[in-house]
């Protein structure tokens, strides 16, 4: 009559076969290995948990159990990798993506997820052709995963400009230009990442953002991103797709919608740092034609924000060397202040109700982010002229309006003056802002185009003196 011999048996004689390696130094490692299989998940868990904590260097040991232990080992060493932050089974986790085992695949695909970027540079020659595929498919998914991931986080802080993106750049330009693209325009193929990095931030979110509106409305539509790409894509609806609203709710489709506004206008932003503009600008000004013909469903018409992605095509244009549709919506903003040549005289009406500052306001934004700086700062100079003097003769009705709007002015002046390094005019305008109300000391320590003045040698001890000392205190731990 024939037997088995137990797993743990066969694991333990191989072992021992390794007694003259480096691995037999590891006795831990060898002890552990049999609990990796253990049949109760606390058991196999606490295994984990015991080698991942090792001090030592067990790289090795782990690559040397893989070739000895079955299946369920090697899912354990793959969180025991993970856990470590180690790449030692990055060429073992590359050949089991395509494992029929599913256990042992999502391992592998969890671990190379959560590896860097940088470190995912298997042997390519080593695999077989079904891993080499499955790899190809994973490392696409991986790139898009990372794009999502920082769209989503981008696309909720729309005024930190400076470095967004330039972990992107690191990745190919034409792999990322092609998949900013695949996002702006709601290709299907994006659906599994956007949802992986939803998920993920979720996950990873600091305890105190559970009360961030923003967080909250992302937590809403995990998982609801398939329903909102399909019908952005063409902004028309199916039986199909009604099913599928359905099937998420339709509060976490309506969440997913509003966030998609703004992954996809986030991933044109990021095209603008593009080097290959004489290929996308034709690309861009065809889907910008499309977008113009495109009108949402009236039920969604309040959720699904199509003009702020034109205006951002118009900016990436324009710093593509293509301005005619930026200078064509700016003279229609110019057209405006024209026909408000009435109400100029008129210094008692409140700031925020004069068209000719609010809108020379949005022309100097524009200016600004079609990288026209010197532009903009001459719109904001205006500006400030313009309400200094109605400060000046107005009524204690409208003071405090016009304050808050100088407090803005200014500010917005000198984040153009920084970003041409005009260090003292910027900190002087920064100065002013405050004199007249700007209380957002935290933002200015985030936002992107005070980065050049926040380096000059005067800005910190002003902005120590006139900061609450909580965030003052974090100009030394961010610099």
């Known amino acids: 009559m024939s037997y088995s011999i137990p797993r743990f048996l066969t694991v333990s004689l191989l072992l021992s076969l ?40 067990i790289a090795p040991d782990l690559r040397v159990a893989w070739k000895i232990v079955e299946n369920d080992e090697r899912t354990g060493l793959l969180k025991v990798a993970q856990l470590r932050g180690s790449d030692a089974l990055l060429q073992q986790a590359a050949a089991a993506l395509s494992d029929k085992d599913e256990s042992l695949s ?57 470095g967004q993106f330039d ?20 290709s299907e193929d994006v659906i599994e990442a956007l949802d992986l990095a939803a998920n993920e931030a979720i996950d990873n ?67 603008a740092r593009s080097t290959r503009q004489e290929q996308l600008r034709p690309v861009l000004n ?25 205006q951002e095509i118009e900016l990436t244009l324009a710093r593509f060397g293509d301005p005619r549709l930026l200078q064509a919506r700016i003279a229609a903003l110019r057209n405006r202040i024209e026909r408000a040549e009435d109400v100029r005289s008129n210094v008692n009406m409140s700031a925020s109700a ?3 500052l609010v809108v020379q306001n949005q022309i100097a934004h524009l200016l600004l982010r079609s990288g026209d ?5 001459k719109e904001w100079a205006e500006g400030v002229e313009t309400a200094l003097v109605m400060l000046r003769i107005s009524d204690g009705r409208n003071r405090s309006s016009l304050s808050s709007y100088l407090a803005a002015v200014y500010y917005n002046l000198a984040c153009t003056q920084s970003l041409q390094l005009k260090h003292s005019k910027s900190l002087h305008s920064l100065k002013e802002a405050v004199r007249y109300g700007y209380k957002d ?30 965030i003052a205190d974090r100009l030394h731990s961010d610099s």
Not at 373 to 377: D, M, N, P, T
Not at 444 to 470: C, I, K, N, T, Y
Request: glycine share 4%.
């Open 441 to 470: 000391f935290a933002w200015m320590l985030e936002d992107g185009d005070l980065h050049s003045v926040r380096q000059f040698e005067g800005f910190g001890a002003w902005f120590e003196d006139v900061a609450p000392p909580s």
């Open 167 to 186: 972990v992107l750049r690191e990745i190919d330009g034409t792999r990322l230009d092609t998949e900013l693209m695949a996002i702006a325009t709601c």
């Open 286 to 310: 065809a889907w910008y034609k499309v977008l113009l013909n495109q009108l949402p469903d009236a039920e969604y018409v309040n959720v699904i924000d199509l003009e702020d992605t034109r």
């Open 205 to 271: 979110a600091a305890p105190e953002r559970v009360l961030d509106p923003e967080w909250r409305n992302l937590r809403t539509a995990a998982n609801a991103f398939a329903p909102a790409v399909a019908y952005l894509r063409g902004l028309k609806t199916s039986d199909d797709l009604k099913q599928a609203i359905e099937r998420v709710s339709r509060p976490a489709f309506y969440a997913a919608l509003n966030i998609m506004c703004g992954v996809r206008t986030t991933a044109v932003r990021a095209l």
């Open 18 to 57: 390794f007694a003259a390696t480096a691995f037999a130094q590891r006795d831990i490692v060898q002890r552990e290995l049999d609990e990796l299989a253990a049949p109760a998940a606390w058991k196999r868990a606490a295994a984990v948990s015991r080698l991942a904590e090792l001090k030592e260097d």
């Open 354 to 356: 004069r068209p000719d």
């Open 373 to 377: 700086f010197a532009g903009a700062e």
């Open 106 to 162: 999502g391992g592998a695909r969890d671990y190379l997820l959560a590896l860097p970027l940088k470190q995912l540079q298997p042997e390519l020659d080593k695999l077989d052709g079904d891993q080499r595929e499955a790899w190809q498919d994973f490392y696409s998914l991986r790139i898009r995963r990372d794009i999502a991931a920082l769209l989503l986080q981008a696309q909720s802080m729309p005024g930190k400009y400076f």
